[in-house]
């Protein structure tokens, strides 16, 4: 029972901006927003989160629409090392962190 | 470094054994969670530990079992091994009972390989 869908596979040009969409049309009031990446068979590493406000840190940024139907993160200045699978992921209270298929990011030279 | 530590990293035992994969959380974070990783089921979270209290269970197998220790250290213990057990099994720490507010540090992962 997905709580969000993702492009199984994206590519982007090394030194450009990589956005990533997610929908998660069926998000609750209470409910935010993580992505984590998961880069080839190392543990997954967090990257942000947001409940309804924009968000922006160090490694990227978080753009929730004002439904709050669907978020774009987006990694500024793509490089090599940001190839990964990246898991858009809803989570509230006490659930746990779900984790689908995420998308597979390919940064090309 | 994410301060999760898990050991081994690797493992490799035969069909019917018992093992135990060992993870110390990042200092000052009261809850642990189990997940397995295997080539066609992607990231499956098998159990939560929180201060020595187990709080969630996902799919964990019967043969399989866990505990959080005063230290806050973990075990999980993975009994009457089948070659189908052979994956990645990550442990991930956080800093409270519910994933909301604390996300979640993930260690390196054990790699488990049943022959």
């Known amino acids: 029972d997905a709580k969000t869908t993702q492009p199984t596979s994206m590519d982007c040009a090394e030194g450009r901006a990589a956005n990533l969409p997610c929908n998660h049309s069926t998000i609750s009031g209470n409910e935010y927003v993580y992505w984590y990446r998961q880069i080839h068979s190392q543990g997954p590493q967090y990257i942000i989160h947001g409940l309804k406000n924009n968000e922006t840190n160090e490694m990227a940024s978080l753009i929730i629409t004002e439904d709050r139907k669907s978020s774009t993160l987006i990694l500024p200045h793509a490089t090599l090392r940001d190839t990964a699978v990246y898991y858009c992921i809803v989570v509230g209270g006490a659930d746990g962190l779900t984790f689908g298929k995420g998308t597979h990011l390919i940064i090309q030279p | 470094d994410s301060g999760v530590t898990q050991t081994p990293k690797h493992l490799i035992t035969a069909t019917g054994q018992r093992v135990t994969l060992r993870c110390s959380p990042r200092s000052g974070d009261l809850s642990v969670y189990w997940y397995q990783q295997s080539l066609d089921q992607g990231l499956q979270f098998l159990i939560q530990?929180?201060?020595?209290?187990?709080?969630a269970k996902g799919n964990i197998l019967e043969r399989f079992s866990a505990q959080q220790f005063p230290d806050l250290h973990s075990e999980l213990n993975l009994s009457s091994l089948e070659l189908g057990d052979s994956a990645l099994y990550f442990c991930?720490?956080?800093?409270?009972?519910?994933?909301?507010?604390?996300?979640?540090?993930f260690g390196s992962g054990t790699r488990l390989t049943v022959v």
């Open positions: 991930a720490s956080s800093g409270g009972k519910d994933t909301s507010y604390y996300g979640y540090t």
């Open positions: 530990y929180y201060n020595g209290e187990e709080r």
